[in-house]
């Protein structure tokens, strides 16, 4: 143990544990300690407080990872919830038709860009965008979902998104409008391509 642990450990109780790593971890809690001239210990114990943090808020790692993704690409933005549903409001009462074709362009790139990621199930699908915090997912039964909206003035706009972004993606589905929910169906295709069957329990 170096000189600067030792006065870090008796400066208050700590207890110590052996724990095992393997090589990307340790050279991962090597790179940090020399990026943020830290040691081992302190590197440990505000990995853990950080992680305790973001379990005791109900928040996932993975949501964050995306989260982190969307917005180091700087193609997202976030938004007062306040803000968007006037917007929306506004946009629902006076969009002509050539605003819904480029909500569809988009909805139609976006699938291209999920396609790149390897996404190709619904739920994948519907997970990775639940991080973008238009929604919450629901699996109802084998193949169905329910979308809970954070405000009821997203269902035009997301149903005309999911519908070409799921067309993008050459998955079908069908969207059912809800009262502040989206109802999507997985369904299912024979070696005809012929729709054989919904999921609906």
């Known amino acids: 143990m170096t000189s600067r642990e030792e006065r870090d450990e008796n400066s208050k109780e700590v207890r110590r544990i052996t724990i095992s790593l393997d090589d990307e971890t ?6 940090l ?14 990995a853990i407080q950080s992680y305790y943090k973001i379990r005791s808020k109900g928040l996932k790692l993975e ?4 989260i982190s993704e969307l917005l180091s690409e700087r193609e997202h933005v976030i938004v007062d919830i306040g803000l968007w549903t006037a917007i929306l409001e506004e946009i629902n009462k006076n969009a002509e038709n050539n605003f819904w074709k480029i909500v569809g362009e988009i909805g139609r790139e976006y ?19 639940e991080s973008s915090n238009w929604y919450r997912v629901k699996i109802v039964s084998n193949g169905t979902y329910v979308l809970v909206l954070t405000v009821k003035a997203e269902v035009k706009i997301l149903s005309h998104f999911l519908r070409e972004m799921f067309k993008s993606l ?9 009262w502040r929910k989206l109802i999507v169906i997985e369904k299912m295709f024979d070696e005809n391509a012929e729709i054989v069957k919904k999921f609906i329990d």
């Open 26 to 31: 340790a050279s991962i809690i090597n790179e």
């Open 33 to 46: 300690t020399e990026e943020e001239s830290k040691n081992i210990s302190e590197v440990v114990r505000g």
């Open 63 to 66: 949501a964050l990872e995306t």
């Open 111 to 129: 699938g291209i860009l999920l396609k790149n990621k390897n996404l190709r199930r619904v739920y994948d699908v519907l997970k990775y965008m």
């Open 170 to 178: 050459e998955i079908p589905v069908e969207i059912i409008e809800g």
